[in-house]
């Protein structure tokens, strides 16, 4: 139903940024709780960063003070800028998309969009 597009990952020195955008295929309702994960090789995927109802917040300790997680309804795209990169973020990045129907909770997940930190 909901098809998850992310883009902007790509090769980046430590200290560096990058911008991550997951494009949505329909519109995303306030009320839809939106994530970004990642997935390290060998290791399990862990959340990075969630935006919910009210434009809440919460991070990965790990990333706190260095990622913002943000939406654009009118664009039907949510946003990771991602500051003072670690090789640690290497990982691939997923944008997730939990939307309330019926009362019932979905979950969507995008193909994912690798990023390197490396010098």
């Known amino acids: 139903q909901v098809q998850l597009v992310e883009s902007g990952g790509g090769l980046v020195q430590p200290g560096g940024s990058l911008n991550l955008s997951c494009a949505a295929s329909r519109t995303l309702a306030t009320s839809t709780t939106m994530a970004w994960y990642r997935q390290a090789p060998g290791k399990q995927r862990e959340l990075v960063a969630q935006?919910?109802?009210?434009?809440?917040?919460n991070y990965a300790d790990a990333v706190k003070g260095r990622f913002t997680i943000s939406r654009d309804n009118t664009k039907n795209t949510v946003y990771l800028q991602m500051n003072s990169l670690k090789p640690e973020d290497t990982a691939v990045y997923y944008c997730?998309?939990?939307?309330?129907?019926?009362?019932?909770?979905?979950?969507?997940w995008g193909q994912g969009t690798s990023v390197t930190v490396s010098s």
């Open positions: 997730n998309s939990r939307p309330m129907v019926g009362g019932l909770l979905y979950s969507y």
């Open positions: 935006i919910g109802s009210g434009d809440s917040t």
